[in-house]
């Protein structure tokens, strides 16, 4: 068992508190929240049940938790006024402050105003 395994395994939970398994090599039955997502699933208020050690060599390990996929609960269903108030959120981070104009894709906020705002002298030149 190589270093960076070994010390990301730790079945029983007695390093981290919980059981602990290396990256890729969790057991069935145990999903990640997004893996539950693409399932159609959430978390539903259960505990974290394991969690999942990537190592990375400068900075600490990445940590994935996961939860069981039989205590899992269906995700609730996107209701017509959640729907429209993403809708109109995201219509506010399309529209630019400065010329009021749906620009059709998200303004950058380094910008804070749509591209032909935020270079007018290059829009000229084309």
């Known amino acids: 068992m190589s270093g960076a395994f070994g010390k990301c395994y730790d079945p029983n939970g007695a390093r981290y ?3 602990t398994y290396p990256w890729r090599y969790a057991p069935d039955g145990l999903a990640t929240r997004r893996q539950l997502r693409a399932r159609g699933l959430r978390p539903g208020g ?5 969690q999942v050690l990537r190592p990375r060599y400068r900075r ?11 205590r899992a609960k269906p995700v609730r269903p996107m ?3 959640k ?3 993403l809708a109109k959120a995201m219509c ?10 749906d620009t059709g894709y998200v303004i950058p906020t380094s910008l804070g105003m ?3 705002c935020a270079y007018p002298e290059e829009q000229r030149a084309a």
């Not at 259960?46 to 394991?50: E, K």
């Not at 600490?60 to 039989?70: E, M, Q």
Request: glycine share 6%; hydrophobic share 40%.
């Open 92 to 101: 506010a981070r399309r529209t630019c402050p400065a010329c009021r104009v």
């Open 79 to 81: 209701t017509p006024a």
């Open 60 to 70: 600490g390990p990445l940590v994935a938790y996961l939860y069981r996929i039989d």
């Open 83 to 85: 729907r429209a108030a």
């Open 17 to 19: 508190g919980l059981p």
């Open 114 to 116: 749509c591209v032909t």
């Open 46 to 50: 259960q505990p974290i049940a394991a």
